[in-house]
């Protein structure tokens, strides 16, 4: 796990516009619906724009959108989950699914809209609603007083604090201190995400991608956490932190965080 002096940096043969990853995607969701389906019908379709504790991985270019239109022409529905990305947490758009251009059936969201208190909420079009009386269904606190308060608190602090504006200055100021670190360790395989929404992915052989060992990670988490640093693990080896502050922080306390990473780092290659 020697540092690193190269500058790191990815490369891509697709023509401006295209994307064959977003391609081979949409092949592979055909596929699904043509040979795994009931007479080739969906049911529902769920999307995170970037998925969150798969390892903050986004979804190639012109995927989302075609995906959409595919399952909804065999049946299904689609549901946008904003649990993490929502509420302007990526910065450039206040739901993620709006940096697909599309427009989902369901969106599910939770965490953001109640900033601490146990709060969710699913939104759908009257269509669909309207078929949820036709089954039992309830919740013991659904729609209480409170909680409702509470959201609406919420939803005023975020415009008149200007925290997806936030979002966007300080995420990308944090994913470009991740990108500047990166060249300095060849243990941090990929830096990727939006607006404060980021993953650290952590190898031992950046070219071949091969997952860091799973001890090593801990080493790392743990002694961040001793510096006073707490970010999450994901991934499917869970071998990507998980970088998803609140979304107040400043540029000084992105430093704090590069400074704690780079010596978390050290102590793991000596």
């Known amino acids: 796990m020697k540092q690193n002096s190269q500058v790191v940096g990815r490369s891509c043969d697709c023509a401006e516009g295209q994307c064959q990853a977003g391609e081979h995607y ?24 970037i998925q969150g504790v798969g390892g903050t991985v986004q979804f190639p270019k012109n995927f989302l959108k075609p995906a959409f239109e595919l399952v909804r022409s065999h049946g299904g529905v689609c549901i946008s989950d904003e649990v993490q990305t929502g509420f302007g947490r990526l910065g450039s758009h206040f739901w993620g699914f709006e940096t697909h251009d599309l427009v989902p059936d369901i969106v599910t969201m939770a965490k953001g809209i109640g900033n601490g208190f146990p709060l969710a909420a699913v939104v759908t079009t009257p269509e669909i609603a309207k078929h949820m009386g036709t089954a039992l269904h309830f919740n013991t606190y659904g729609g209480n007083p409170m909680a409702s308060a509470v ?16 979002s966007h200055v300080v995420g990308t100021y944090f994913i470009n201190k991740l990108r500047e670190l990166q060249n300095e360790f060849d ?38 956490k001793d510096m006073g640093l707490l970010v ?17 922080i400043t540029k000084e306390d992105t430093d704090f965080s590069i400074d704690v990473m780079r010596k978390a780092f050290q102590n793991s290659c000596s």
């Open 187 to 224: 243990i941090i395989g990929d830096v990727r995400g939006k607006g404060l929404m980021i993953g650290v992915e952590l190898v031992s052989d950046r070219e071949k991608r091969t997952p860091l060992s799973i001890d090593i990670v801990g080493k790392i988490w743990e002694d961040m």
């Open 232 to 248: 999450g693990k994901g991934g499917f080896y869970g071998t990507t932190l998980r970088i998803k502050p609140p979304m107040c």
């Open 26 to 49: 949409l092949d592979q969701l055909k596929d699904t619906v043509a040979f795994s389906m009931p007479n080739k019908r969906c049911g529902a379709f769920f999307a995170e724009s």
């Open 151 to 166: 959201g609406s608190a919420v939803l005023d602090a975020i415009e008149e604090d200007g925290t997806q504006e936030n």
